[in-house]
Structure formats: structure tokens, C-alpha cells
């Protein structure tokens, strides 16, 4: 038998993009995100959501959290226009 031969149902080695990095921590403090500046919450937003779309698995602690920013950006918009 020839290497590639045996070797077919392998794969290969794992991209480095299928890694899992390791899972980092959240904030478990209730965070009032209406103090914060609108260029603080986009920012963030846009930060959270990068690392979310660079991970190959969905991650919903993490868009929830995003979500919760957005909506607080939404009333501050809500307000600005009344």
C-alpha cells in the first residue's frame, strides 16, 4: 500500500482558522449601556461582532450582549428625533 493510500480517509491537519481559541470570560456585571457615548456603543458593537463573525461557531451570550447595546443605541436615536 502507497501513503496515499492509507491515508485517505485522514484529513489532514487542522487549519488554524478550526482552532478553538480559548474562551474568554464575560462580563457578568449589569452594564447601563445608555451611559456610554455613541461612539463608545458603535465601537463596541462593531468589536463584539467582529470577534463573532471570526469565530466558526455561533456564540449567543455574546450577540444577546450586542443586541442589548443596540438597543440602547436605538432609544438614544428615538430621543434625539423627538
Excluded at 443596540?70 to 432609544?75: E, H
Amino acid at each position: 500500500m502507497t501513503a496515499t493510500e492509507t491515508n485517505k480517509g485522514d484529513p489532514g491537519a487542522m487549519p488554524d482558522t478550526l482552532k478553538r481559541s480559548p474562551q474568554t470570560s464575560l462580563v457578568t456585571v449589569p452594564v447601563d449601556y445608555r451611559a456610554l457615548s455613541a461612539t463608545d456603543l458603535v465601537k463596541q458593537i462593531n468589536d463584539d461582532y467582529a470577534i463573532i463573525l471570526g469565530s466558526e461557531r455561533v456564540n449567543l451570550s455574546r450577540a444577546l450582549v450586542i443586541a442589548e447595546k443596540l438597543d440602547a443605541l436605538r432609544v438614544r436615536a428615538k430621543k434625539r428625533k423627538e
